[in-house]
């Protein structure tokens, strides 16, 4: 079974706070995603990446960054955390079959900021 | 024109009725149309897909209709089952060009 892990399903974290968030697929996809979900919002991507040290924003980049060192980790990475930033945040893997190949989300990390 | 836009927001449906969920897009160069279902509590799955060279695709109770003129894509959910009681987002990419914009979903719940 293909397989999306985020490590953390809930965190709880002060205002300022540097927040990791890391996500691991075992199914050697290239393409990996990082998305936001807020409700009457839908999904809303962050960054994404095509290969292993690369990057691209997204449609709401401004106060995150990623990366990427490995082909099967992609980290979300809050530098200083706010509380519009709480959110449900879920990760996402593709094959390379250019921009219709299915996505496989993980579970979701539910992130409350304080 | 990046915008896929889905309505309702949510809808409350019979048992054994038709859910019917629409989306609409701005940007003709789209060619990739899929439908996630998330349940509680999980990720988005894939639940049927289709491109602007078929008018409709059929899964089981699961049905896209496609009016490439219109720029409308709709799911149909024929004889809904509780089961079936999820949020459903609709999505639109190019082809080898941009990642998938989904809509802002859609809360169904199917009542007994």
């Known amino acids: 079974d293909v397989k999306v892990t985020q490590s953390s399903r809930y965190l709880v974290k002060r205002t300022g706070e540097k927040v990791f968030l890391e996500c691991v697929q075992d199914?050697?996809?290239?393409?990996m995603f990082w998305y936001r979900q807020d409700p009457g919002l839908g999904l809303r991507l962050i960054y994404f990446s095509y290969d292993v040290k690369m990057k691209e924003k997204g449609d709401i980049p401004e106060g995150y960054s990623v990366s990427r060192e490995k082909k099967e980790r992609f980290s979300l990475i809050l530098e200083s955390a706010s509380t519009n930033q709480t959110s449900m945040y879920l990760c996402a893997s593709s094959p390379p079959t250019g921009n219709t190949g299915e996505l496989f989300f993980g579970e979701g990390s539910r992130l409350t900021v304080l | 024109q990046q915008q896929v836009k889905q309505s309702p927001q949510s809808l409350i449906v019979q048992k054994g009725g038709i859910s019917i969920i629409n989306c609409a897009y701005e940007?003709?160069?789209?060619?990739?149309f899929p439908w996630y279902q998330q349940f509680p509590g999980k990720g988005p799955a894939l639940l049927i897909a289709?491109?602007?060279?078929?008018s409709e695709k059929k899964e089981g109770r699961f049905t896209i209709s496609f009016n490439k003129s219109a720029k409308q894509f709709s799911l149909h959910i024929m004889d809904s089952q509780p089961g079936d009681s999820a949020t459903y987002f609709c999505?639109?990419?190019?082809?080898?060009?941009?990642?998938?914009?989904f809509g802002k979903g859609t809360r169904l719940s199917v009542i007994a």
């Open positions: 999505a639109a990419s190019i082809e080898g060009n941009t990642p998938l914009v």
């Open positions: 199914m050697d996809h290239e393409n």
């Open positions: 289709i491109r602007p060279d078929v």
């Open positions: 940007n003709t160069a789209f060619d990739y």
